[in-house]
């Protein structure tokens, strides 16, 4: 049987359980209905904020109910469920979203156009919801998206922050943070549930005693935040599953301080109304490095606790026990900032649930797994221990035994190694190490991309792994791309469509079957126009939000990612300048027109990351303004970069700059997106980059710069910037410091020699500088060839199907999370 009549049979099934199949639905009726609910009005006389509301409501309550028989007809079976705990969801707007996956998009387009209605306009009106920082809390999302496709029972939890990522606005070319208030229009996706709320208790102190002869801990003289759970229904494609997302919002409880009350001490008790709600005001926008604030450990600390509390007391629910836990539940710490579900879960079983320690520690164990994300030091978690033991003395004494068991461990494989077993602790050098946390307890740790498990087991991690190599594996990365193709590019998606026929929607690597036509002129240029129209949205946008006008037959070459000197972006920007040098030397010269655009926010502290920004501001204003050089080079910076606006500049894109030092960036998947949509990467040997090459070989992909080992062997050696200058590389720092951009950026310079501390740049920037202008020249050269682009782009769509997150999600499921 294939999938299609499979599913067709489900959802028969469905509509025999189930009152309100979607399949019958009528939507001019639904939304009637909920207008005549909610606002006691129709669609003849609605507003179209109220149809807006309306029509997300009645999304939402198909969904709800999806979720009820879903979830029933899970614990009829009683499947295996996977909690997914993360601080970020980078869930980007839904209702389009939605709508497509329930198969419903055409109906509803063409009611509401009836009723004289543009959908469009109603989409744009959905906010994204901005719950995460960039690719770690996109692919939380992209991963529920794909579990949901698949029928996997997923939870996701995380917190209902008040306020999303910030908006970013360029004023005088420097970036400013104002708030994102997602929830004025946002709010319509979440329903609250009061009554589950969950009691999480900080700060206090350990007691210990007896109780008829049974040693008991508890923590006393806490202080209460009840978190109220808010559900967020996810929808699959084509499935009969829907699955929720649960956002913690932290309140003080309905009995609060009576006493400062009845002492008339009325504003006292509002304060500390106001301080507990904080918890979950607002999302640590730094992606980059830790801060180590009591507020992210409270944040961190409301998560996990109210997240495990909920889990555990629906599964004594379900099956009247604890000790079955790992084989009916997984719960997956994404990076290190849910790791307290090692010492919490750990608190639960014991003090609560009156387990003795070897036990609960076999139940954590085997019930939790972590991905790890970055390989950068500074981004380890790590927490001060007077602070950590100040909000949660009971964890951090469940820290402790933790470490002494630990090491007493580590003391038996490697005696009298102090340096490595200091280096493997959970606690040491005043701090408790988040990652040492889960590598001591999670029964899998997996990297993101090969190349970053291969720097896992033999670098960061390597004495962990030695002890248990098991636990470790690789998945790499994958994206949502029924969102990241088929929602944000239409236009190539119906002509595959009716190329290859439709399986592709089904399954990726359908796209393979495009393979057969790379020599086919006809399809070549198909797509090359198809192409060009998604450049003259992109064009139009420009034009619309920078005031720069830009060529649609220019190569649009593009940046967009958080900012960070790892990615380098200031090499692209670099290569800029020096190309305008170059026209400005010959003004008449061959050159083959390009548009670079960046998008990008700095983490709101990050100074060296803002002046990038402002260098490449600079540089635009320069370059855009020069007549000289006006039809071949063009810069554009796009403010407030968000999930909605990549979906506007991805399917726009010839090529993808994905140029980090080799080594750094744990896999991307911006690199992903852009490579499905056609776009040709010009790019490092580093992160999915590698795998991405495997798929498309050489000839494919433009590579330049070291290689990882190459970098840690030069670093070894000692890196020299100025070797790597040559005089046209020198007249480019030149422009950097001699005003002829505006203003100086003498810093930007310096960190590219030798830091203040005399320590040359970590990046290695100008290292790579030749070879990837070198990479460039190709780009322009092969572009002149414009079958040759087209088939590259071609070869690029084709093989990507391996980056789905239909497939990640399964190796999740098979070799991590064991679900059936
Ligand atoms: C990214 N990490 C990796 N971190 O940089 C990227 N960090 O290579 C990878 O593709 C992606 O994760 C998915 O695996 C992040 O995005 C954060 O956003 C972050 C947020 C808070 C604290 C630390």
Redesign the pocket.
Known sequence: MNKKQNSKQKIQKLAENDARPERAIQPTELLNDTLRRIFGCELADATQKQVYRALCISVRELLTEKNRVFGNRCTEKERKEVYYMS??FLVGTSLRNNLFNLGLEAEFRKALADAGFDIDEIYAIDPDAGL????????ASCYMDAATGMDYPMTGFSIRYEFGIFKQKIVDGWQMEFPDNWLEMGDVWLQAREDDAVEVKFGGEVREWMDNDRFKVAQVGYSSVMAVPYDMYISGYDSDAANRLVLWSAKLPQSFDMAAFSRGDYVRALERNAMAETISKVL?P?????QGKRLRLKQQYLLVSASLQSILKKHYKKYRTYTNLPEKVAIHIN?T?PALCVPELMRLLIDEHDFGWDEAWDITCRTLSY?N??VMSE?L?RWNVDLFREQLPRVYSICQEINRRLIEHLCAVYPNDWGKINYMAVIANNEVRMANLCLAACHKVNG??KL?TDILRNGIFRDYCQITPERFLNVT?GIAYRRWLCQSDPLLTDYLKQLIGGDFLRDARALEKLLPYQNDEKVLADLMAIKRKNKERLAALIENQNGVRVDPDSIFDIQIK?LHEYKRQLLNILHVLYLYRQIKANPHGDFMPRTFIFAAKASAGYIRAKQIISLIVAASKLINNDPDVNDKLKVVFLEDYKVSLAEIIIPAADISEQISIAGK?????GNMKLMINGAVTIGTLD??NVEIHEQVGDENIFLFGMKAHEVEELWQRGYHPTEFITPELQAVLDMLTSGVLGQRFDDLVDSLLTNRFGTADPYMTLADFQDYARAQRDVAAVYQDKQRFARMSLINIAKAGIFSSDRAVKEYADEIWNLD
């Open positions: 601080m970020e995460g920082n960039g690719g770690l809390g996109r692919l640590y730094a992606d980059d490095h830790i990076d900032h991905t994300h970055t981004a978690e993101v991309s970053h990365n958080r960036e744990a896999s991307g998947t992160g999915a």
